[in-house]
């Protein structure tokens, strides 16, 4: 995924579809009891809309989420809580730094390599994942990985284009 991002049509495309979802407006619902719904702005909301954490805006945080999904197939955020179980941070993980791994009664631990030593893990509670096409419900498929041979062909011709007009455009 990171060397197909210098080909540039694969950039074009991730760079497109991300910044088209990260500028586009959020607008959370909560259900009321008549079965409707209306636009609930609580905690969540302010953190979404605005700064989900310390470092990146709102922006910038889905245009990250949105291109580990379009080059990995997955998004993983953890979901920092306080002592009173409050939400206060949601932290992008790095996709290529995740493993899944199914426990005998179904859950799903996530285990992090913070590039401490030992990875961390954290339970399916801590953390959101978000993942595209699936064939087992655990892990998305990396578009970028189904398509390595188009990407490979896309090198290719880049690199012969190159070679031929640094010829003069006179072949060999």
Not at 108 to 133: C, T, W
Not at 142 to 161: L, N, Q, R
């Amino acid at each position: 995924p990171h060397s197909a991002l210098s080909n540039t049509p694969v950039w074009a495309a991730v760079n497109l579809i991300s910044g088209t979802i990260g500028s586009m407006p959020l607008i959370l619902y909560k259900e009321i009891p008549d079965g409707g719904k209306e636009r609930d702005r609580n905690r969540l909301y302010d953190m979404l809309r605005w700064q989900p954490n310390n470092f990146p805006t709102a922006v910038e945080f889905f245009e990250m989420g949105q291109g580990h999904l379009c080059l990995r197939g997955n998004a993983f955020f953890h979901l920092q809580t306080n002592r009173a179980d409050e939400l206060i941070a949601i932290v992008p993980l790095h996709p290529d730094r995740m493993k899944l791994k199914l426990l005998s009664d179904g859950v799903i631990e996530y285990h992090y390599d913070e590039n401490k030593g030992r990875p961390r893990a954290f339970s399916s509670e801590e953390i959101l994942h978000v993942k595209g096409l699936s064939s087992d419900g655990l892990i998305g498929y990396s578009p970028i990985t189904i398509g390595a041979g188009a990407v490979a062909m896309a090198f290719a011709s880049e690199k012969y284009g190159s070679r031929f007009f640094a010829n003069s455009a006179t072949p060999s």
